[in-house]
Nanobody, 125 residues
Framework: QVQLMESGGGSAQAGGSLRLSCQVSSYGGRDHFCVAWFRQTPGKPRVGVAFIDNHPSHGYDDEVRGRFTISQDADIVTLQMRSLKPGDTGIYSC????????????????????WGLGTQVSVSS
């Protein structure tokens, strides 16, 4: 059974760094998987910021490219966030789908089958 659990959220000042981790209980037992990080803020839809799959390949939203790095080590998917901005504030959730990702899937949260509960990130100016 696929279960995802996020950790590492918190508060930072603009320009600072945070590292988020997603503990993955199972990648679903199929040939391919993709794990992504999404951000949600009140009144707005979820926005995908980064994904990684088992090709391996990865992709980023334009707003975070060059500042965020996604990586995978066994059952942990990490999102390293640097040069944080107040606009990065939100609840970050990791999500998994049991197939390879396309970059445009960052704009379609419905593509992902399994979700963690999320962790809060707050960036002050």
């Amino acid at each position: 059974q696929v279960q995802l659990m996020e950790s590492g959220g918190g508060s930072a000042q603009a320009g600072g760094s945070l590292r988020l981790s997603c503990q993955v209980s199972s990648y679903g037992g199929r040939d391919h998987f993709c794990v992504a990080w999404f951000r949600q803020t009140p009144g707005k839809p979820r926005v995908g910021v980064a994904f990684i799959d088992n090709h391996p390949s990865h992709g980023y939203d334009d707003e975070v490219r060059g500042r965020f790095t996604i990586s995978q080590d066994a059952d942990i998917v990490t999102l390293q966030m640097r040069s944080l901005k107040p606009g990065d504030t939100g609840i970050y959730s990791c999500a998994l789908v049991r197939e390879s990702c396309y970059s445009w899937w960052l704009r379609d949260a419905s593509k992902f089958e399994f979700w963690g509960l999320g962790t809060q990130v707050s960036v002050s100016s």
